[in-house]
């Protein structure tokens, strides 16, 4: 099994910035995409941001020129690093990895979710 935790979320201003990390753990043979999820309570989990593993980055509309997703192979970590904060973006991010696994279920696919990290921001 696959384990993501997130970190970084808190409470900024109107206009400021916070970056989120997201470490995937456990018996991981590859990762293809990563990416950063956001819901808040009684609507639907939307797409923030997603890595592929070569890199090419996808962003919601509401996010784009704002947010930037990267990430660190070496370390199975991906980061959002959240720009120009508006109280709109206030909810839980969550993070997601799919990839194949290794050890007694060498080769089969995974899709793991992390536990959620809040940001809120006030105006």
């Known amino acids: 099994q696959v384990q993501l935790v997130e970190s970084g979320g808190g409470l900024v201003q109107a206009g400021g910035s916070l970056r989120l990390s997201c470490a995937a753990s456990?018996?991981?043979?590859?990762?293809?995409?990563m990416g950063w999820y956001r819901q808040a309570p009684g609507k639907q989990r939307e797409l923030v941001a997603v890595?592929?593993?070569?890199?090419?980055?996808n962003y919601a509309d509401s996010v784009k020129g704002r947010f930037t997703i990267s990430r660190d192979n070496a370390k199975n970590t991906v980061y959002l690093q959240m720009n120009s904060l508006k109280p709109e973006d206030t909810t839980v991010y969550y993070c997601?990895?799919?990839?194949?696994?290794?050890?007694?279920?060498?080769?089969?696919?995974?899709?793991?979710w992390g536990q959620g990290t809040q940001v809120t921001v006030a105006s």
């Open positions: 997601d990895a799919e990839g194949r696994l290794s050890g007694s279920y060498y080769g089969s696919g995974f899709h793991s």
């Open positions: 456990g018996s991981i043979l590859s990762i293809n995409a």
């Open positions: 890595i592929t593993g070569g890199g090419t980055t």
